[in-house]
């Protein structure tokens, strides 16, 4: 058992210098991702709605990637995913509350992202026939982070789309 207990220390001391190469890799990369959404939040007097995608399809595909320095290695991805689906303008009686509360002129979309820099670039949103920039922070409470764009949110069926460029680990 002596000789076993005086590995132990080399032992605790790699490890250690394991998760180290480990959490850089995740600095430079990006931490696990966890999308939320897209949600469509409408502004009301008093908090906010929220309504999700009638359809929602997405489509992705995973690139897997082994990060290594010196002898320890972490395991990455590069993932594209393309989001798209419908959503339609919500009665008030659907949401139940008095119509003249909802403040349609401030709507937004909203996706959030647990790890932002993973995304990279800028992305768009296309809503009906229009794009639209989505701007940094998701706005929803408790998941800040993410991207948010506003839009004007017209009758009928809305469709939507975004490509979400993400690494990961």
């Known amino acids: 058992l002596i000789p076993l207990a005086l590995l132990m220390s080399v032992v605790d001391e790699r490890a250690a210098l394991r998760d180290g190469v480990v959490s850089e890799t995740e600095q430079a990369w990006g931490r696990a991702q966890t999308v939320i959404g897209p949600m469509l939040v ?31 290695a972490a395991v990455v991805y590069s993932a594209r995913l393309t989001v798209a689906g419908t959503f339609h303008r919500p009665s008030a009686s659907e949401l139940g509350i008095p119509p003249e509360t909802i403040h349609w002129d401030r709507a937004y979309v909203a996706v959030a992202v647990s790890d932002l820099r993973g995304t990279g670039t800028q992305v768009s949103l296309r809503w009906g026939a229009d794009a639209h920039t989505m701007l940094p922070g998701s706005l ?3 998941w800040t982070s993410g991207l948010h764009a506003p839009v004007p949110v017209m009758e009928g069926p809305i469709p939507f789309s975004l490509d979400l460029p993400m690494h990961g680990s």
């Open 42 to 72: 409408l502004p009301l007097d008093q908090g906010y709605a929220y309504a999700f995608p009638d359809q929602l399809r997405v489509n992705g595909e995973i690139l897997p990637q082994q990060r290594s320095r010196g002898i320890y």
């Open 140 to 142: 929803v409470t408790p």
